[in-house]
């Protein structure tokens, strides 16, 4: 089957095999190989690309289903001002470490960062519960995130939610780590 869409703004047409899954359609007819596939089962969140603006596993999404619509990568933001912030935020609070999960992450948090602007940590780590890491811990993703929306706000972000960081382990060394900047 034909499928016509556009990735990163640039139209793509291919001929693809009607069970082909977007996520395989990126890599290997499109070849951006941003996009990570872990489990290929819907449940680890690698796979996130935006779909129309909202983010989507790509690894359960068909992509004939694509058909006339719109598909964001990670390879699609290097100058999107959201997600300048959110890279230098990752950096300074180590949120990544082997980088398997963080193009998916990235789109999740950029979503988190303009969807639910007032989050605070509970909620941010509710938002993420759908991408899986293996190496962080979270914490500094979260914590990243928190910084984005805490400067975006202009508020310092530990005061904002501290009573909520009880029930997450380590979330007090978190906090402290913010206190510190
Ligand atoms: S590879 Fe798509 S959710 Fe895991
Ligand atoms: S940084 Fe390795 S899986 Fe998240």
Do not use: W
């Not at 603006?53 to 790509?58: A, C, I, K, N």
């Amino acid at each position: 089957m034909n499928v016509t869409l556009k990735v990163n703004g640039t139209t793509v047409s291919h001929d693809v095999e009607p069970r082909l899954h977007l996520a395989d359609f990126l890599r290997e007819n499109v070849l951006l190989t941003g996009t990570h596939l872990g489990c290929e089962q819907g449940a680890c969140g690698a796979c996130t690309v935006l779909l129309d603006g909202d983010p989507v596993r790509s690894c359960i999404v068909y992509a004939v289903a694509c058909e006339g619509r719109e598909v964001e990568t990670i390879e699609g933001f290097d100058s999107d001002e959201t997600m300048v912030e959110l890279r230098a935020a990752m950096t300074k609070h180590h949120g990544l470490q082997c980088g398997f999960c963080t193009p998916g992450m990235m789109l999740t948090a950029r979503d988190i960062v303009k969807r639910v602007p007032d989050a605070g940590e509970q909620r941010i780590r509710q938002e993420l519960s759908g991408n899986i890491c293996r190496c962080t811990g979270y914490m500094g993703i979260v914590a990243a995130i928190r910084s984005v929306l805490a400067e975006r706000a202009g508020v310092t972000p530990r005061a904002k939610d501290a009573s909520r960081s009880k029930s997450f382990p380590g979330v007090q060394r978190t906090e402290r780590a913010l206190q510190d900047e």
